[in-house]
């Protein structure tokens, strides 16, 4: 336990933090403000100077943080970009956004940072009444720059009369926290912690993102890296809710943000719907060229014009960031090789290579590409031509 870390009780908290008391005294919750990594052992990061390098975190339960701190490698440097690749900018009726500031390759590491705070998307009964003022605590103890950077984003959810700072801080989380996929809880379909950035929660909602983000538990980073080509000056976006879903399940899951998305999808519902209720009932592909390599008598293009037909779709509706664009590209690939066309083989290995690159952390993807840009790679998969070879 760091010396900063601060454990509080239902029944002293009151005296210790200025809470109010609650009317159960016995009630032996507790709730851990902490700093991650702890500022005695955190590793140099190589981040600017003016980006937090810590995270300060409310946990509703210390086993939380016990099981963060034994991951391994826990904490390593966060990941460099050595020239900076986005600038925060104003974005026509969304307030500010995160733009690129040259053109991006699919698969491209953009950016990697700690949380400003960690914070429970929701508290156990006990704490609930308090939540704002315990809000309020992990605020105050992050360095002013961290506080100025909270206190600056962006929040749809202010109560019109008594507007207090700690109404204005649980505004600011809903608006800009991020689910953490480390916490997602799949009984329930949500995440049970979220995180809100300096800059990454600047990015605004499309059900077209062309970023993504992962968060890594060593380096302790949210890392974002391109789902598609983007060209310079455009603005990233992210999904905040389901794009599987339909317009009207998108609509509502976006009223709380008080966003009405305009993106290409969310303008053609009709046909956006449509093309999503395909893809659910789409055929298996695996399944598809489990039989397409038992039987040669179906005809030998078939993987590679199934996949390809649906990725043109995924990128008409720049629905890449769905991991069924992976699938294709991989599954196009192994045709490829089966069929023994090394160019064709080539030219999806690499596109899959970028794209399963958005879904790992910065480590773990930087042999990927290296990997898949060897012509001679597909020649040494054990599936090398056991289609026989592409006649085409
Ligand atoms: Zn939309």
């Given at each position: 336990?760091a010396d900063?870390d601060?454990?509080m009780?239902?029944?002293?908290?009151?005296?210790a933090n200025?809470?109010?008391?609650?009317p159960?005294?016995?009630?032996?919750?507790k709730?851990?403000?902490?700093?991650?990594?702890a500022?005695d052992n955190?590793?140099?990061t190589?981040?600017d100077?003016d980006?937090?390098?810590?995270?300060?975190?409310?946990?509703?339960?210390?086993?939380?943080?016990?099981k963060?701190?034994k991951?391994?490698?826990?904490p390593?440097?966060?990941p460099?970009?050595?020239?900076?690749?986005?600038r925060?900018?104003s974005s026509?009726?969304?307030?500010?956004?995160?733009?690129?500031?040259?053109?991006?390759?699919?698969?491209?590491?953009?950016?990697?940072?700690?949380?400003?705070i960690?914070?429970?998307?929701?508290?156990?009964?006990?704490?609930h009444i308090?939540q704002?003022?315990?809000?309020?605590?992990?605020?105050?103890r992050?360095?002013?720059e961290g506080?100025v950077?909270?206190m600056?984003?962006?929040h749809s959810h202010?109560?019109?009369n008594g507007?207090?700072?700690?109404?204005?801080i649980k505004a600011i989380i809903s608006?800009?926290?991020?689910?953490?996929?480390?916490?997602?809880e799949?009984?329930s379909?949500?995440c049970?912690?979220?995180?809100?950035?300096?800059?990454?929660s600047?990015?605004?909602?499309?059900c077209?993102?062309?970023?993504?983000?992962?968060?890594?538990?060593?380096?302790?980073?949210?890392?974002l890296?391109?789902?598609?080509?983007i060209k310079?000056?455009t603005e990233f976006?992210?999904?905040?809710?389901?794009?599987?879903q339909?317009?009207e399940e998108?609509?509502?899951?976006l009223?709380?943000?008080?966003?009405e998305c305009?993106?290409m999808?969310?303008?053609?519902?009709?046909?956006?719907?449509?093309f999503?209720?395909?893809?659910r009932?789409a055929?298996d592909?695996k399944a598809?060229r489990g039989s397409w390599?038992a039987?040669?008598?179906?005809?030998g293009?078939l993987?590679v014009?199934h996949?390809s037909?649906w990725?043109?779709?995924?990128d008409?509706w720049g629905?890449q960031?769905?991991?069924?664009?992976?699938?294709?590209?991989w599954?196009?690939y192994?045709?490829?090789v089966?069929l023994?066309?090394?160019?064709?083989?080539h030219?999806?290995?690499?596109n899959f290579?970028r794209?399963?690159?958005?879904?790992?952390?910065?480590?773990?993807?930087?042999?990927t590409?290296?990997?898949?840009?060897?012509r001679?790679?597909?020649r040494?998969?054990?599936?090398?031509?056991?289609?026989?070879?592409?006649?085409v």
């Amino acid at each position: 336990m760091a010396d900063s870390d601060i454990y509080m009780q239902a029944h002293d908290a009151a005296d210790a933090n200025g809470l109010v008391s609650l009317p159960d005294s016995e009630n032996q919750v507790k709730i851990l403000l902490t700093t991650l990594p702890a500022r005695d052992n955190a590793p140099t990061t190589g981040l600017d100077l003016d980006t937090d390098d810590y995270t300060e975190c409310l946990f509703l339960d210390d086993a939380i943080r016990d099981k963060i701190v034994k991951t391994p490698n826990f904490p390593q440097s966060v990941p460099h970009v050595i020239e900076k690749l986005f600038r925060i900018g104003s974005s026509p009726g969304k307030g500010l956004g995160m733009f690129a500031t040259q053109d991006i390759e699919m698969g491209d590491f953009i950016h990697a940072a700690r949380p400003l705070i960690i914070v429970p998307v929701k508290f156990v009964k006990e704490w609930h009444i308090f939540q704002e003022k315990l809000l309020f605590l992990c605020i105050k103890r992050l360095s002013l720059e961290g506080q100025v950077a909270f206190m600056n984003l962006t929040h749809s959810h202010i109560p019109m009369n008594g507007c207090d700072r700690n109404h204005q801080i649980k505004a600011i989380i809903s608006t800009n926290g991020f689910g953490m996929n480390i916490f997602y809880e799949p009984e329930s379909d949500s995440c049970t912690y979220s995180a809100v950035y300096k800059d990454i929660s600047r990015i605004n909602h499309s059900c077209s993102p062309n970023v993504q983000i992962i968060f890594d538990v060593p380096s302790f980073s949210c890392q974002l890296r391109a789902v598609r080509p983007i060209k310079k000056d455009t603005e990233f976006t992210i999904q905040y809710t389901d794009i599987f879903q339909s317009y009207e399940e998108r609509k509502k899951a976006l009223v709380p943000y008080q966003i009405e998305c305009t993106c290409m999808s969310c303008s053609n519902p009709k046909e956006s719907n449509q093309f999503r209720e395909e893809l659910r009932q789409a055929v298996d592909v695996k399944a598809l060229r489990g039989s397409w390599l038992a039987d040669t008598s179906l005809p030998g293009d078939l993987i590679v014009e199934h996949c390809s037909g649906w990725i043109r779709k995924l990128d008409q509706w720049g629905l890449q960031s769905l991991e069924r664009y992976r699938y294709y590209l991989w599954y196009a690939y192994t045709a490829a090789v089966a069929l023994g066309d090394a160019e064709l083989a080539h030219k999806f290995g690499t596109n899959f290579a970028r794209r399963l690159l958005v879904d790992l952390p910065q480590d773990q993807g930087v042999d990927t590409i290296k990997i898949y840009s060897d012509r001679d790679k597909c020649r040494k998969e054990p599936g090398w031509r056991i289609r026989g070879e592409r006649t085409v």
